[in-house]
């Protein structure tokens, strides 16, 4: 994907921060501004006979939001493109994506700034998200934004939390279906997954060195982070969701959890951090190493399991 | 559009601009960020029998871009959703739309700063923009974006350039469609429209009072420069591009130039604003009034002509 950007583009645009789950931006006399957008297509990324249409616009915009919590930024708006097929003549598909981003809105406190709908021949839900890194009000702008590439050999890698969780809500929903009066909340880590805006936060603040959201699966996303650190990694535990596989939690995508890269010095206090904050216990994964050839989890190499986007 | 999305969202949107070309943003330590998103799907407003992948990345750029021209903004990025039919296998289409994208970015000085693509069953290109109305460096950050809100009575309503062009080169294009070689410039208003930002940002610094971009037609943009405004007009002139007519001018769309309400005490100085600056001569359309139900085009009522988005 980005490969092939920025081929279209000339290889300029690697200066723009696009290896990263976010671009980031200087804004003249602000601090950096943290940006990224996300799309969702009907038959590609979700199916509504599995889930509600405002299920569709919750997760459109907690997966753009996941980009702004890998960074460490706090949201400061999003910005949603809607297509929607015309048959839906009451629009009432539209509204009911729209209540779904509403509701992510609120839960994130990240305010709609602007919005554009279109009709198309199936639904789409691109949306652009905008996120800083300086506390707002504050002198102190704090650590600037968290790359993918930034750890180190010797570094621990920690998750926010289980994996697979999403993948294995699909599977449930396959077997048996929502409720369409959103009574039963069957699948609800898929179709209402959270972004980590406040863990990835602490992160940054906490001196961490790199992260990434398992928005592709924690197997593709931790050879993600390595890549671009040039670092490998040999990792001895994953923690799996409740109701879902081993499977499931390397190869499953938008779980949304983070994936952190700290020095062992600095693992501690982080674990104080999210212990003050009412956060979950981070799960040590294991140690990054100075051989990028070495990817091994419980000693035995690791594939790139989960989804990768492809063209054609 | 606005009325749709508001009414999802509970009202609570309109603080946030959304009745502007663009929203505004505060970002801390900052000044206002201008927003946009904008988005163009196959089938729905563009053809490729008649105009080229390439055609379809710039007209989407550029028609963002606008937005942030019709504020008097300056652009910092953009964000680019792509998503490409599976049909087209070998990614020629997603690269010609991206060469298409990365000569407007280069055109516009605006860099691309981040992107996401998808599959989906037609062509879509959801550009998100962001800007700035502060001269990059310079302490003083000059007026804040001009709404479409400011319009006083007595005002005079001016355009950048003659319109309807967009709408003739597509009729052109239907009778006559452009060699793919590129070396026919069959329907270059259609296929090639320019965002005006030099425009418009001199217009801003010249104390414009209001500014719209004709993207569906004057004759309905005009109009919803007087509804945001609470005035009238009372039109003498209509700019009509070489080879359109009256008709393809007044409810053509497209064709991004700018409507600027301007007190007359600033109108002179402004027009040898653009002047100095080598841009075209500011064409006079007429003058606003205090009266909300005066909408008239040479003494006759002006329709709401132009393409109004529609859901459904």
Same mark, same amino acid.
């Given at each position: 994907?980005?490969?092939?950007? %920025? ?11 696009? $290896?990263?789950?976010?671009? /980031? ?15 969702? /297509? ?5 199916? @509504? ?19 702004? +919590? ?11 493109? @809607?297509? /929607? ?23 994130? =406190?990240?305010?709609? #700034? ?15 998200? &905008?996120?800083?890194?300086?506390? =707002? ?11 993918? =590439? ?6 621990? #890698? ?13 599977? !449930?929903?396959?077997? $048996?279906?929502? +409720? ?15 972004? %980590? &805006? ?5 992160? %940054? @603040? ?41 499977? *499931?939690?390397?190869?499953?995508? !938008? ?9 062992? =010095? !600095? ?12 956060? $979950? ?5 294991? *140690?990054?190493? +100075? ?12 594939? %790139? ?5 492809? @063209?054609?």
């Amino acid at each position: 994907l980005v490969q092939f950007i %920025r081929g279209a583009l000339g290889n300029g645009i690697e200066a723009f921060g696009l $290896r990263d789950d976010a671009g /980031v931006l200087e804004v003249p006399g602000g601090g950096p501004l943290v940006v990224s957008v996300d799309s969702v /297509v009907e038959g590609v990324h979700f199916d @509504l006979s599995l889930c509600r249409p405002s299920d569709v616009g919750w997760k459109a915009v907690m997966g753009a939001l996941s980009d702004l +919590a890998a960074m460490g930024a706090a949201p400061l708006g999003a910005l949603i493109a @809607l297509c /929607v097929p015309g048959g839906s003549g009451d629009g009432s598909l539209a509204l009911g994506v729209m209540a779904g981003v509403a509701e992510a809105s609120a839960a994130s =406190a990240c305010p709609v #700034v602007g919005g554009d709908v279109s009709g198309a021949a199936e639904l789409v839900v691109a949306v652009t998200v &905008l996120g800083t890194v300086g506390p =707002a009000g504050s002198g102190d702008p704090g650590p600037g934004p968290v790359s993918r =590439a930034g750890a180190r050999p010797g570094d621990v #890698v920690v998750v926010t939390g289980p994996c697979g969780g999403s993948l294995a809500g699909l599977r !449930e929903l396959r077997e $048996r279906p929502a +409720a369409g009066d959103g009574t039963v909340e069957t699948g609800s880590a898929y179709r209402r997954p959270v972004a %980590r &805006l406040r863990e990835g936060a602490l992160a %940054r @603040l906490g001196g961490a060195h790199a992260m990434i959201d398992v928005s592709d699966g924690l197997a593709l996303d931790v050879h993600r982070l390595a890549d671009a650190s040039g670092v490998g990694f040999a990792l001895d535990d994953v923690p799996v969701a409740a109701g879902a596989t081993l499977d *499931e939690a390397l190869g499953g995508g !938008e779980d949304y959890e983070l994936l952190i890269a700290v020095g062992p =010095a !600095e693992l501690d206090d982080l674990r104080a951090a999210f212990e003050a904050d009412g956060l $979950r216990e981070l799960v040590r994964l294991g *140690e990054l190493s +100075a051989n990028p050839d070495e990817r091994t989890l419980r000693g035995a190499a690791l594939e %790139r399991l989960g989804w990768q986007h492809r @063209l054609g």
